[in-house]
């Protein structure tokens, strides 16, 4: 890869996190559903993950981002076999039909935009899944917190 094609990537979530802290337009709504897995995942060092878990907990303070934690106690659930995905809702704007909800999931070799009714249908089940299964917001920013200090204090 060049130099330009991993900047690339970096600048791209960049321009994402900056959407969260946004004043106007009103930034917009992010829940978040992580597995505890993917925090106990270290990457980059006890230091940079550290890191990384404060900053979730510190946006999930934001009003309008709710990040949750669906622990490993959950067992195998369907959110793990249907792997990482974005459902996508949009303000209706000025428009009298809103624009449709759409799944986003990435893969290594490209994106899948999923937009039929019984696939929207699926995933919605799958997040409903996911909301039963999760922690609070309060229990889930304990949970990062407390692996952040694991993780930087070893």
Same mark, same amino acid.
Do not use: C
């Given at each position: ?6 900047? *690339? ?11 969260? *802290?946004?004043?106007?337009? /009103?930034? /917009? ?11 106990? *995942?270290?990457?980059?060092?006890? !230091?940079?993950? !550290? ?6 907990? =510190?946006?999930?303070?934001? /009003? ?17 076999? !249907? ?35 019984? =696939?929207?249908? !699926?995933?919605?089940? #799958? ?9 609070? =917001? ?5 949970? #990062?917190?407390? #692996? ?7």
């Amino acid at each position: 890869m060049t130099d330009d094609e991993r900047e *690339r990537p970096v600048e791209v979530r960049l321009q994402r996190q900056a959407l969260l *802290r946004r004043r106007l337009p /009103p930034p /917009p709504r992010f829940d978040v559903m992580l597995s505890e897995a993917v925090l106990l *995942r270290v990457v980059g060092g006890p !230091a940079t993950m !550290a890191e990384q878990l404060r900053h979730l907990v =510190e946006m999930g303070r934001l /009003p309008h981002v709710s990040i949750r934690v669906v622990p490993l106690a959950a067992g195998l659930h369907f959110g793990a076999v !249907a792997g990482a995905f974005v459902l996508l809702d949009f303000p209706p704007g000025n428009r009298v039909e809103p624009e449709p909800s759409v799944v986003y999931s990435e893969s290594l070799t490209g994106a899948l935009y999923l937009d039929r009714k019984e =696939e929207l249908a !699926a995933y919605e089940r #799958i997040w409903a899944s996911l909301d039963s299964l999760a922690l609070d =917001e309060g229990q889930s920013r304990r949970l #990062i917190t407390k #692996i952040s200090e694991e993780v930087h204090h070893g």
